[in-house]
Nanobody, 127 residues
Framework: QVQLVESGGGLVQAGGSLRLSCAAS????????MAWFRQASGKEREFVVA???????YYADSVKGRATISRDNAKNTVYLQMNSLKPEDTAVYYC?????????????????????WGQGTQVTVSS
């Protein structure tokens, strides 16, 4: 049984930082893409960042320059470092994994290409 377990969320003041982790079990994802999406209250889930098996990364414009995704294949874990957090970053952050190889950045920004999802971790940024 494949599981993705996110951790690292919490309450932080604007301008602060958080590091989210997503630990996968049940299979390895070293040869597929992993990503982070987020969903604010009352809004649709949106793409944040993705990392391909080749370590190529794609970022949403809203977090570019403030977020860094990385992966540790030995630990089957992906990380999201978020800096200079803003109140509008408040959301539940979801880890996704299992996307097969696509040919464009837009492919990796689609929710439907990811086979597995975590349960989410809440990030709240106070002003």
């Amino acid at each position: 049984q494949v599981q993705l377990v996110e951790s690292g969320g919490g309450l932080v003041q604007a301008g602060g930082s958080l590091r989210l982790s997503c630990a996968a079990s049940g299979r390895t994802f070293s040869s597929s893409a992993m990503a982070w999406f987020r969903q604010a209250s009352g809004k649709e889930r949106e793409f944040v960042v993705a990392i391909r098996w080749s370590d190529v990364t794609y970022y949403a414009d809203s977090v570019k320059g403030r977020a860094t995704i990385s992966r540790d294949n030995a630990k089957n874990t992906v990380y999201l470092q978020m800096n200079s957090l803003k109140p509008e970053d408040t959301a539940v952050y979801y880890c996704a994994a299992g996307a097969s190889r696509g040919y464009s950045s837009s492919y990796y920004k689609r929710m439907d290409v990811y086979e597995y999802w975590g349960q989410g971790t809440q990030v709240t940024v106070s002003s």
